[in-house]
């Protein structure tokens, strides 16, 4: 809908009154969704750190991520660095635990049954086959491993990583 009021502000004369009232349609909508996306933020930050003593998460270089021309309005959307900054304030209040796991940590190469690292992967690859024989899901298989981690660091400190057998 707001593409729309848009396209209607964008037909407007500049300077006139009906390109005011347009626009202060368009600014609304636009507040509506912001308002919107900042309450789904709090209310799931608000969430994880309520259920859960820590709470592990990647560091990720948004900023090279908005790059990829196919990604780059969802990820803009998302609002990671605002969720990452309500995770580690409300974690302070609760007393909880945010672990950050370092970007280069290869959480959706590494099976996290056997952990061996599989080769180069592109992000067309969703699914893969360890050589171990579990066929995993590449975001399942990260979300696994970034917890293991995760809560390997809350146990022994940075610098560790889960035992590989």
Known sequence: MSGWRRHVLAR??????????????????????????????????????????????????VRNMVKNRSLSRVISDAGWSEFRSML?????????RVVVIDRFCPSS?????????????????????????????RDVNAARNILAVGLAVAACGDGVRPPRT
């Open 88 to 96: 580690e304030y409300k974690a302070d209040w609760y007393g909880r």
């Open 109 to 137: 190469k590494t099976c996290s049954v056997c952990g061996v690292i599989a080769g180069a992967m592109p992000l067309n690859v969703r699914e893969w086959a360890c050589r171990c024989g579990v066929v995993h899901d």
């Open 12 to 61: 407007k004369e500049k300077g006139s009154r009906n390109r005011a009232k347009a626009r202060l349609k368009v600014v609304k909508i636009h507040g509506r969704i912001a308002d919107r996306r900042r309450d789904y933020l709090h209310t799931l930050s608000t969430r994880l750190v309520r259920e859960n003593q820590v709470v592990a998460i990647e560091d990720l270089s």
